[in-house]
């Protein structure tokens, strides 16, 4: 038997952590629902074996999961028993992981499970909001809809990813082409104005023997420069796999100028979309900030909202708990603010989450306007100092013999 460290939600609201006993994690997380509590998360105590990646079950393609819940949702609405409903989705699935997890969800149902239950063991590869989503709907009976409202959150969270993605591709291309171009002429070209030099002995001036210096480097160190590259990258991503690493890496990502507030109001954006979807669903409040912070993909602003979980379970306000994070920008703790007063708190974590997407895309335009123009100065600037330099000496000969 394998000891589990389990943390749960009580019918009377509170949340404890307890360890169990159990043949593995599907066991003891079927052994607490059956007795009535809410399983947020099952941890294995003591060591655990890390397998390499490459025998990690593989996460599943996003569009695949949203095309799957559309159709789930209609089949649903035309009156479809869920059982009937998940054989048809299973037939027509073509990717081989997901389909596995299709059909362990489809034997769990037919077991007697409930729908949430059955996704709740994947969520290494499944959102966790998912779940929580698929709770919701079960709860208040309104389980087509919560799906439909989950499809549409699946749909903006992935619009601005890409709209994020697709912004960034020519400024890294720029960067990409102006490294390259700068390591053929440091490689390639300058050994053959040395050689060229060295023939006529003349005096070098101080650029030109500064970059003949540099390429020399490169030439004879250019082994070991790429193998400390490799191996600093190799540690840096061991590093920030760890809970440490992570916080430390998310932190600066958040200190970086311009860049750092459009990460911010993203992560803002998530939080508050989530516990939207959550709360307008009908779950209550803290077991829906139970997986709003989950969902923050920023290790450090997650870490920041944690407390408000505490207290607001306390009985504190939402918005002072979240203003006294300072992970928050006065604008959405204002909105929330006004949304628990009028008791419209879903529509306000809405119009949050609109208010900042909107953002987000007008300072990645403001950013690629500024970027665009300094890239390209710089490459030129850096490659038309390589070419003076090098033919400085040249220049230098031509007059003399004038």
């Known amino acids: 038997m394998t000891q589990f460290v389990c943390r749960i939600g009580t019918p009377d609201g509170r949340i404890l952590e307890q360890v169990n006993e159990a043949r ?6 079927g052994d607490l629902e059956s007795r009535g509590y809410h399983v947020f998360e099952v941890k294995r105590r003591g060591f655990e074996l890390r397998l390499p990646k490459l025998t990690q079950r593989r996460s599943i393609n996003s569009l695949d999961f949203l095309t799957f819940n559309q159709e789930l949702a209609g089949l649903l609405k035309a009156g479809l028993p869920l059982l009937q409903a998940l054989d048809l989705m299973l037939e027509r699935q073509r990717t081989p992981n997901f389909q596995a997890i299709l059909e362990d969800v489809r034997e769990r149902v037919k077991s007697g499970e409930e ?8 969520e290494d590869v499944l959102p966790r909001l998912y779940t929580s989503t ?24 992935m619009d601005t990813r890409k709209r994020i993605t697709s912004a960034l591709v020519y400024p890294l291309l720029l960067i990409t082409l102006s490294i390259s171009m700068v390591a053929v002429m440091v490689v390639f070209v ?17 650029p030109t023997r500064i970059v003949l210096a540099i390429s020399l480097f490169f030439q004879e160190q250019g082994t070991w420069v790429l193998i400390g590259i490799v191996v600093g990258v190799f540690l840096l991503r061991r590093f920030v796999s760890t809970e440490i690493g992570r916080l430390w890496l998310d932190r600066r990502k958040l200190g970086i100028p311009v860049v750092g507030t459009v990460l911010h109001r993203f992560s803002v954006s998530e939080f508050c979309r989530s516990l939207g979807t959550l709360v307008a669903g009908g779950m209550p409040l803290v077991p829906s900030l139970e997986v709003a912070v989950s ?18 379970r306390e009985g504190a306000s939402l918005h002072e708990s979240l203003d006294e994070t300072g992970a928050m920008t006065d604008l959405s703790v204002n909105l ?67």
């Open 115 to 122: 729908l949430s239950a059955a996704f709740d063991g994947h």
């Open 295 to 312: 969902a923050v993909s920023n290790a450090f602003l997650r870490n920041a909202l944690e407390p408000v979980i505490t207290k607001v």
């Open 336 to 402: 929330i603010k006004v949304g628990e007063e009028t008791g419209s708190l879903d529509e306000m974590l809405g119009n949050v989450s609109d208010f900042f997407d909107e953002e987000i895309e007008t300072r990645i335009e403001r950013l690629l306007s500024l970027v665009e123009p300094i890239m390209l100065v710089l490459m030129g600037a850096t490659v038309s100092l390589l070419l003076v330099a090098m033919y400085m000496p040249l220049f230098s000969v031509l007059g003399k013999m004038q």
């Open 24 to 29: 593995d994690e599907r066991a003891v997380r």
């Open 190 to 206: 300058i050994p053959r104005f040395e050689v060229f030099y060295n023939a006529m002995n003349v005096e070098l001036p101080l």
């Open 134 to 157: 698929l709770m919701a709907g079960e709860r208040s009976g309104e389980l087509e809809q919560m799906i439909r409202r989950f499809v549409r959150y699946q749909k903006l969270v």
